[in-house]
């Protein structure tokens, strides 16, 4: 049974915060992607709403998705986060 994982993360944000978001997302990419776990990070600005930004993350296992969601760099994005998006949706789903 394969234990690789895949996320997608639809993140809209307020329109005053966008790039403080973005940059922050970018950030935290830019980290993740040095991970054993982490296969892919990508971001994706929407090009036709200026407050949504979807992430597609592929990772070995769920044990290595916990892991990344104990290290500095994701913590620091969470604290970003936490007040300037309107909203969060996250789609898990197992590759098989």
């Known amino acids: 049974m394969n234990n690789e994982v895949m996320i997608v993360v639809d993140i809209l944000c307020e329109t005053q915060h966008y790039n403080t978001v973005l940059n922050a997302i ?45 290290l500095p760099h994701y913590d620091e994005l969470q604290s970003v986060l936490s007040d300037k998006v309107l909203s969060v949706k996250i789609e898990t789903a197992r590759l098989v």
């Open 26 to 70: 970018y950030k935290c990419a830019s980290e993740s992607v040095l991970e054993d776990g982490c296969e892919r990070y990508d971001v994706y600005p929407d090009i036709n709403d200026s407050q949504k930004i979807t992430l597609v993350e592929k990772w070995k296992s769920l044990g290595e998705l916990d892991k990344h969601k104990r």
